[in-house]
């Protein structure tokens, strides 16, 4: 079902097309470094970059046979080249060409969930300006606390967004290394000014000291901030779920025009996007699990990562991809009720001021157990014969010693609650 929303960036990056493409171009370096330090004829190294090709469908007929990869390429180039064929992965080993070229298409399919998280940190960043002063309820257990902006919450994710943008970034950053220094990683086959020459080409850096593979605390790196970003969407979509439920009603996802929620029952509008985020982040923890134990591998290398990576590196990617367009969307579109908030603010008939009330009281010389015991036992009184609570506060005689009508009645107040908002937006940079 994926496919069908996979963005065709990010899934050309994993065809194999592209991937055998980029390991040809790592090939041809490696060839035009030996030619630099006389090691291959110049004249081979060109002719290498002039005629090297190769047929996918062809490379899969010789794997077939070979059941190995990396030699069903090069046989397949090698045929398109002709004689200077032989110096064609000159004192390469197999990993010099499958893991540098990984990192190349790792750092690409970063770059595009890299803008993606730009494009949510936009959305969010409107969402909080617009809703900077919308009161809505703040929930603590999933029962109501204090009063807090709908904004307030919109930027949090953004700071979150941010962070995760930076994540991000230094993942690319650490994939973005290149191995050329052969069997088992002592470079005695290929001198370390070949590694250096292709990776600058390719814009990686250099290992500097691998084994027969470049180390895979790198991707686990990469997977585990793939997750940690899916986490946050699921996040928002968590809160946007519960925000939805009927008995709320704060918010909704956009329902669009011939969009249906239920196959029996016609009224449904369900939180679809917000639930299908919620899944997905699941799978790309599993996959981040599995990049953990791809980091231990026996002596200078085996071949257990290989397969799993094959999987979980391509879908971590296209997931995310889809996650953060979809999440996106979800917040750009989302229907935001703020009469409903309000009417949502009414429901607990006051008691959710009463923290202010409290230490209102301490300020007037009440201990902070007097002022407490006070005021809860008001709140009980409220809870138990479901009145309100500021009517309550407003006959009680013990409070009223302390306080006068006037000053009972600002401790109800709504904007004391939201008076540092534009503190906070201006501390995150909003």
């Not at 016609?266 to 985020?277: A, D, F, L, S, Y």
């Amino acid at each position: 079902m994926i496919e069908r929303y996979t963005r065709p960036e990010m899934a050309r990056i994993w065809t194999d097309e592209n991937k055998f493409r980029k390991m040809l171009e790592v090939e041809i370096l490696a060839c035009e470094a030996f030619a630099k330090q006389g090691l291959i004829p110049k004249a081979s190294a060109k002719a290498i970059r002039e005629k090297a090709d190769f047929d996918v469908k062809k490379i899969n007929e010789i794997e077939e046979k070979t059941h190995h990869d990396v030699v069903a390429f090069i046989k397949n180039i090698s045929e398109s080249i002709g004689e200077d064929a032989r110096y064609f992965h000159f004192g390469l080993t197999s990993s010099d060409i499958l893991d540098t070229a990984l990192s190349v298409m790792m750092k690409e399919a970063m770059e595009i969930l890299i803008t993606d998280a730009e494009g949510l940190l936009a959305a969010l960043k409107e969402k909080a300006l617009k809703y900077k002063k919308t009161p809505m309820i703040g929930r603590s257990h999933g029962v109501h606390a204090e009063p807090i902006s709908f904004g307030l919450k919109m930027a949090l994710y953004y700071k979150e967004t941010e962070r995760n943008i930076t994540r991000l970034r230094e993942a690319q950053d650490i994939i973005s290394i290149g191995q050329m220094s052969g069997s088992v990683g002592t470079f005695a086959n290929v001198d370390p000014g070949v590694e250096e020459y292709v990776c600058s080409k390719l814009g990686l850096k250099p290992a500097r000291i691998s084994n027969q593979v470049i180390q895979r605390d790198r991707h686990a790196q990469y997977l585990n901030t793939i997750a940690i970003v899916g986490a946050t969407l699921e996040k928002i979509a968590i809160e946007i779920r519960g925000l939805q439920k009927t008995e709320i009603g704060e918010v909704q996802e956009f329902f669009a025009s011939g969009q249906t929620g239920s196959s029996s029952m016609p009224h449904k509008k369900n939180p679809i996007i917000c639930e299908r985020v919620t899944g997905l982040a699941r799978v790309l923890r599993g996959n981040a699990t599995a990049a953990i134990e791809n980091v231990a591998l026996w002596h200078e290398r085996d071949i257990s990562h290989s397969s799993v990576e094959r999987v979980i590196i391509p879908d971590s990617t296209i997931l995310l991809d889809y996650m953060l367009n979809k999440t996106t969307g979800l917040i750009s579109d989302l229907v935001v009720n703020a009469e409903r908030m309000m009417e949502n603010i009414q429901i607990s008939k006051g008691l959710i001021h009463s923290q202010r009330l409290m230490l209102e009281l301490i300020k007037k010389g009440a201990t902070r157990t007097e002022a407490y015991d006070m005021v809860q036992e008001a709140a009980l009184k409220a809870y138990e014969g479901n009145e309100d609570f500021t009517e309550i506060v407003m006959n009680d005689g013990k409070i009223k010693k302390y306080l006068s009508q006037q000053e009972i009645a600002t401790t109800f107040s709504l904007d004391y609650h939201l008076r540092y908002i534009d503190v906070i937006f201006k501390n995150i940079g909003l």
